[in-house]
C-alpha cells in the first residue's frame, strides 16, 4: 500500500522559512518523483516542483525559483521541500504528489500541510 | 489566472449526469488527467491520460477529449461525489504541469 505522510501544521512570521516533509512507504523509493502541490484559500491548486528520487535532480517552478528547495533522504524515504522568505501568500496546504518519469500524472498524494504565515 | 480553465460551479441533482470541461491550448498535445479533492482529504486520480480509471474508482466516472476541450463526465451523480474537481496537463511546450482553477460540484 503506497502511503505518503506529511509532516503536522506550521504556524510562521513573514520572513522566516518553514520545511515540511513527506515520509513514503509502500514503493520501490527511487524509482519515482516527488512533486510539490499547494493549495492557498480559496485558491486552485498550483505546481511548485519536482525532485528526482533516484538522484536528487530538481526542477522548480518559475515563480520559487531561489525561495525554494526540494531534497530526499534515502536512508528514510523521505522528502522535504523548504520555502524560505515566507509571506502571507504564501498561506496554503501544501501537497506532495508521487510522480512517474514518463508522464505527468500524480498518482498518490499526502494528506496535505498547512502552513500559516502570520505575524 | 490558469493555462487551464474550468467553470467555478456545476450543479446537478442525485442521479443526473454531470460534466465538467476543462480547456487549454496544451491540450491537443498532452494527456489529461482529473483529480478529486475533498476538504481535509488527499486528492484523488479520478481519470488519467485522458479516458483511463484507476482500479477502483466508480465507473460512472469517465474522460474524453474534442480538441482543445477534455470532460469529466460523472454518470448517476452520487451525494458523495460532491467536491472539488482539477484538471491538469501541461503547459504547451511539456516542460511542466499545470492545473486548472477547479470545479466545485455540487449535488442538490
Known amino acids: 500500500q503506497v502511503l505518503l505522510v506529511q509532516s503536522g501544521a506550521e504556524v510562521k512570521k513573514p520572513g522566516a522559512s518553514v520545511k515540511v516533509s513527506c515520509k513514503t512507504s509502500?514503493?520501490?523509493?527511487?524509482?519515482?518523483?516527488m512533486h510539490w502541490v499547494r493549495q492557498a484559500p480559496g485558491q486552485g491548486l498550483e505546481w511548485m516542483g519536482v525532485i528526482n528520487l533516484s538522484d536528487g535532480n530538481t526542477v522548480y517552478a518559475q515563480r520559487f525559483r531561489g525561495r525554494v528547495t526540494m531534497t530526499r533522504d534515502t536512508s528514510t524515504t523521505t522528502v522535504h521541500m523548504e520555502l524560505s522568505s515566507l509571506r502571507s501568500e504564501d498561506m496554503a496546504v501544501y501537497f506532495c504528489a508521487r510522480g512517474e518519469g514518463s508522464s505527468w500524472l500524480m498518482d498518490y498524494w499526502g494528506q496535505g500541510t498547512l502552513v500559516t504565515v502570520s505575524s | 489566472s490558469y493555462e487551464l480553465t474550468q467553470p467555478p460551479s456545476v450543479s446537478v441533482s442525485p442521479g443526473q449526469t454531470a460534466r465538467i470541461p476543462c480547456s487549454g491550448d496544451s491540450l491537443p498535445k498532452e494527456y489529461a488527467y482529473w483529480y478529486q479533492l475533498k476538504p481535509g482529504q488527499a486528492p484523488v486520480v479520478m481519470i488519467y491520460k485522458d479516458n483511463e480509471r484507476p482500479s477502483g474508482i466508480p465507473e460512472r466516472f469517465s474522460g474524453s477529449r474534442s480538441g482543445t476541450t477534455v470532460t469529466l463526465t460523472i454518470s448517476g451523480v452520487q451525494a458523495e461525489d460532491e467536491a472539488d474537481y482539477f484538471c491538469q496537463s501541461a503547459d504547451i511546450s511539456g516542460t511542466y504541469p499545470v492545473f486548472g482553477g477547479g470545479t466545485k460540484l455540487t449535488v442538490v
Open positions: 509502500g514503493y520501490t523509493y527511487n524509482n519515482y518523483y
